[in-house]
């Protein structure tokens, strides 16, 4: 499975960006997306993920300000990230989990900074 992660960039605090996941190859239809990320200095973390049915799950730090969703005709996971905040800076990951293995893509650096 490869990953093509886009929509990462500078915005103010307040502001929000979408983040945007591609996989392609060979795909199972049960399957788990979603996005992790890396402060400077810190472990990666879970941001949120969302499951093929559609079961979502997100990190306590941002929930109500951010939305994952995925288009599975697409094989593509979005990230809504609104009121964002300095501590949200980071490189974001796209990750894809099916019954073989867990999938990383390149990285996407987000930076919350007036």
């Known amino acids: 499975v490869q990953l093509q992660a886009s929509g990462g960039g500078l915005v103010q605090p307040g502001g929000s960006l979408r983040l945007s996941c591609a996989a392609s190859?060979?795909?199972?239809?049960?399957?788990?997306m979603g996005w992790y990320r890396q402060a400077p200095g810190k472990q990666r973390e879970l941001v949120a993920t969302?499951?093929?049915?559609?079961?979502?799950n997100y990190a306590d730090s941002v929930k109500g300000r951010f939305t994952i969703s995925r288009v599975n005709a697409k094989n593509t996971v979005y990230l809504q990230m609104n009121s964002l905040k300095p501590e949200d800076t980071a490189v974001y990951y796209c990750m894809f989990s099916d019954p073989v293995n867990n999938h990383w893509g390149q990285g996407t650096l987000v930076t919350v900074s007036s």
């Open positions: 190859g060979r795909i199972f239809s049960f399957n788990v």
């Open positions: 969302i499951r093929s049915g559609g079961r979502t």
